[in-house]
């Protein structure tokens, strides 16, 4: 059983599934749905379109390079049967795609954290300019953030990096 690969979008396309397309120069282009199909037809470029895996590699929304990708490779070989590792690739599949997805977890959080550094300073910014917002009682002993929460966000930015 073989596995392809969506020509459009990346996704696994399994038996039975998406429809296949052969050019008369003999290359195989494999779609995983008539989404991808359509697309094809219309003659997009997918680099150019949000959704598929290639606009996402492009523009490092998705983790690209890691060596949980390097187990997954084409043979054009088959290889000969043998129980033990058959056994013992069943066994490492839950493990590396566990790896897998918190290393996606990690990276996706990197990506998010200057966003979110930044409309923090925002939140502080405007919480010193506009003191009423806070209720009467606490507006006497008020400290401004703003000072406190950028030393902070530059230490948490260094912890980061190493
Ligand atoms: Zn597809």
Same mark, same amino acid.
């Given at each position: 059983?073989?596995?392809?690969?969506?020509?459009?979008?990346?996704?696994?396309?399994?038996?039975?599934?998406?429809?296949?397309?052969?050019?008369?120069?003999?290359?195989?282009?494999?779609?995983?749905?008539?989404?991808?199909?359509?697309?094809?037809?219309?003659?997009? $470029?997918? =680099?150019?379109?949000?959704?598929?895996?290639?606009? +996402?590699?492009?523009?490092? #929304?998705?983790?690209? @390079? /890691?060596?949980?990708?390097?187990?997954?490779?084409?043979?054009?070989?088959?290889?000969?049967?043998?129980?033990?590792?058959?056994?013992?690739?069943?066994?490492?599949?839950?493990?590396?795609?566990?790896?897998?997805?918190?290393?996606?977890?990690?990276?996706? $959080?990197? =990506?998010?954290?200057?966003?979110?550094?930044?409309? +923090?300073?925002?939140?502080? #910014?405007?919480?010193? @300019? /506009?003191?009423?917002?806070?209720?009467?009682?606490?507006?006497?002993?008020?400290?401004?953030?703003?000072?406190?929460?950028?030393?902070?966000?530059?230490?948490?930015?260094?912890?980061?990096?190493?």
């Amino acid at each position: 059983m073989r596995l392809e690969k969506c020509w459009f979008c990346s996704s696994t396309v399994y038996p039975g599934h998406g429809i296949q397309f052969v050019r008369n120069d003999a290359k195989v282009f494999r779609f995983c749905r008539s989404k991808c199909h359509k697309n094809f037809k219309m003659k997009r $470029n997918p =680099r150019k379109v949000k959704w598929t895996k290639a606009y +996402r590699h492009l523009r490092g #929304k998705d983790m690209t @390079q /890691d060596a949980t990708f390097e187990f997954e490779r084409k043979r054009n070989r088959p290889e000969r049967y043998d129980r033990n590792v058959t056994e013992q690739t069943l066994k490492a599949i839950p493990l590396i795609t566990k790896i897998r997805h918190e290393r996606q977890k990690t990276h996706i $959080n990197k =990506r998010q954290q200057a966003g979110k550094s930044m409309s +923090r300073k925002k939140d502080a #910014k405007e919480l010193d @300019q /506009d003191l009423q917002m806070l209720p009467k009682k606490d507006i006497a002993h008020y400290e401004p953030k703003t000072k406190v929460l950028v030393s902070q966000l530059k230490t948490e930015e260094n912890l980061m990096e190493e």
